[in-house]
């Protein structure tokens, strides 16, 4: 089956409904563009829950703030769709700002609680943009499956608490972060940074693996173990606008991973703000 794109609602409803009458089980990944490797990969894990795989590629200007990049943020429409079409997707939704959200667009959903802090206090209204759009495009595909990746993890977090509240008929899977050689979690944002600016980005990856280590070799006060991060990545000028011990299941703050915890930090390298974390474990 070669991958068909479509661009309107009414279209996509009508493919995605033949398929469901065919008994096909239908799959989602979400994204904003400008794939890498970290995307397809979430493509490839959708593949074994999913017969049908439903991409969408939508910048979706309700998750930026006013000061934000959401003029610069990187668009290619043509190569994220040869590159889904390459790695087995059937459809590609691709909508306009006008059709997502037509003249007189009113609705935002918010997820408290778990959208607060961390990201969402340096981002405010943020994640009310991420849940109105993913919403949305639940409504619209009314998959079976959708696959989020773990490098946005407060975001999944508040995927899942969204799922739960409202009784969606959707499985939630999270999938591991991808990383480059150097441990630097790809993101489309990596492509703003400028060669130094590159080589200290993996400043973030390193800090937390360190930290990591230190929780390996006994350490479990949240305070030191964020201590020993930030100091990693201060030597190579990289200052985390936070860094945080939270707990895995409900993102709480903790002051000590004597219980399943990830550490998670957003920095800018330059002008670029990068995001990062790692599930802390005993191996
Ligand atoms: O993670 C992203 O790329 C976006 O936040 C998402 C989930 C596609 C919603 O716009």
Do not use: W
């Not at 003029?71 to 306009?96: E, I, N, W």
């Not at 408290?112 to 993913?134: K, M, N, Q, W, Y």
């Not at 990591?212 to 000028?237: K, P």
């Amino acid at each position: 089956m070669s991958m068909q794109r479509i661009d309107d609602i009414t279209n996509l409803k009508r493919v995605l409904r033949e398929h469901r009458q065919g008994g096909a089980r239908i799959g989602l990944v979400a994204t904003m563009g400008a794939l890498h490797e970290g995307h397809l990969s979430l493509v490839d894990a959708l593949r074994t829950r999913a017969d049908v795989l439903v991409a969408t590629v939508f910048v979706n200007p309700k998750q930026f703030g006013p000061s934000e990049d959401l003029d610069r943020y990187p668009r290619d429409l043509d190569r994220d769709a040869s590159l889904l079409a390459g790695r087995g997707v059937h459809v590609l939704f691709a909508p306009s700002v006008r059709t997502i959200y037509p003249e007189g667009f009113r609705t935002t959903v918010s997820v408290a609680g778990v959208s607060e802090g961390l990201c969402g206090a340096l981002r405010p209204g943020h994640f009310d943009g991420v849940a109105t759009i993913v919403l949305k495009l639940f409504n619209i595909v009314a998959p079976d499956v959708a696959i989020f990746g773990e490098k946005d993890f407060q975001q999944l977090a508040v995927i899942r608490a969204m799922a739960r509240d409202l009784d969606l008929d959707v499985e939630i899977v999270g999938a591991p972060i991808v990383r480059e050689a150097d441990g630097l979690a790809m993101s489309s944002r990596n492509a703003f940074l400028s060669p130094d600016e590159r080589v200290r980005a993996s400043a973030l990856s390193a800090g937390l693996r360190a930290a990591q280590d230190a929780f390996r070799a006994g350490e479990q006060r949240g305070a030191r173990l964020c201590e020993v991060a930030r100091t990693v990545m201060l030597a190579s000028a990289v200052h985390p606008q936070y860094l945080e011990l939270r707990g895995l299941d409900d993102l709480a703050p903790l002051d000590f991973a004597d219980r399943p915890s990830v550490l998670l930090t957003a920095a800018y390298v330059g002008s670029t703000r990068l995001i990062d974390n790692l599930i802390l474990s005993r191996s």
